[in-house]
């Protein structure tokens, strides 16, 4: 069955970096866009960064700049490369699957905490 797991998150002070990880099993990882969406307490789920299968990035504003996308098929991994965080980045980090056989699916999560 298709499987997200993400890892890397963690505490960290304004300004440091963290590197997020997703391994995906179940699929043609290869040929499927990957994306990082965040949900800080008490909001809505919100778009980070995707990258489709031709290693094209997108990001939303509010990381542009700080936050780099990157994936390794060899190894059926989504990287996210955070730096220069900020209070406002802390959120529980998702790692998604985008349009595998017409469906989404989601890791479990993953906690980053920034703090001032």
């Known amino acids: 069955q298709v499987q997200l797991v993400e890892s890397g998150g963690g505490l960290v002070q304004t300004g440091g970096s963290l590197r997020l990880s997703c391994v995906a099993s179940?699929?043609?990882?290869?040929?499927?866009?990957m994306g990082w969406y965040r949900q800080a307490p008490g909001k809505a789920r919100d778009f980070v960064a995707y990258?489709?299968?031709?290693?094209?990035?997108t990001y939303a504003d509010s990381v542009k700049g700080r936050f780099t996308i990157s994936r390794d098929n060899a190894k059926n991994t989504v990287y996210l490369q955070m730096n220069s965080l900020k209070s406002e980045d802390t959120a529980v980090y998702y790692c998604?699957?985008?349009?595998?056989?017409?469906?989404?699916?989601w890791g479990q999560g993953t906690q980053v905490t920034v703090s001032s």
């Open positions: 179940g699929f043609p990882f290869g040929a499927i866009t």
């Open positions: 998604k699957a985008l349009r595998v056989w017409g469906n989404e699916y």
């Open positions: 990258i489709t299968e031709f290693h094209t990035p």
